[in-house]
């Protein structure tokens, strides 16, 4: 089973879209839909990671409450208390950990550092070419290749 850091090796886009709490919640959006992600990382100015904004966030914490985009601080909706993960941990304890916490999105943290985020479809997809593989190994073995 492949590690996160494999995974983060084998994705098209490498670069790591992050926000700042300070940044309005308009403005997290409108990175999200020209990044095409449904989550951000929040940042401080050093780098570090202090929450995470998501589509979830928005809907929840901005739409059904009537508050408004435009002049809401993206540190009043994102969720502080980040659940991330280490570039060594296994696809299925990342996958076991989304599925416990309800989490679509895991930022991945390595010596303090955000490093990556990794988001269900990115281990769902791999989890599907890891059985694929299994499948075509099996099937060869069946024909006696």
Do not use: F, W
Not at 7 to 17: A, E, F, V
Not at 61 to 67: S, T
Request: hydrophobic share 40%; with cysteine.
């Amino acid at each position: 089973m492949k590690s996160v850091a494999q995974i983060l090796k084998g994705k098209q886009i490498q670069s790591i879209h992050t926000i700042a709490p300070e940044d309005t919640v308009l403005d997290a959006l409108r990175q999200m839909a020209e990044k095409n992600v449904g989550a951000l990382p929040v940042t401080d100015v050093d780098g570090r990671l202090v929450g995470i904004v998501s589509e979830r966030d928005y809907a929840r914490k901005v739409v059904l409450q009537g508050r408004s985009s435009i002049g809401t601080p993206v540190s009043a909706i994102m969720t502080s208390a980040v659940i991330t993960v280490d570039p060594r941990q296994d696809i299925k304890e990342c996958m076991q950990l989304m599925t416990e916490r309800h989490l679509r999105h895991l930022p991945v943290i390595e010596e303090g550092r955000l490093i990556g985020l990794l988001s269900i479809g990115d281990l769902v997809k791999e989890i599907n070419a890891e059985q694929e593989s299994l499948i075509q190994h099996l099937e060869g073995y069946i024909r006696g290749e």
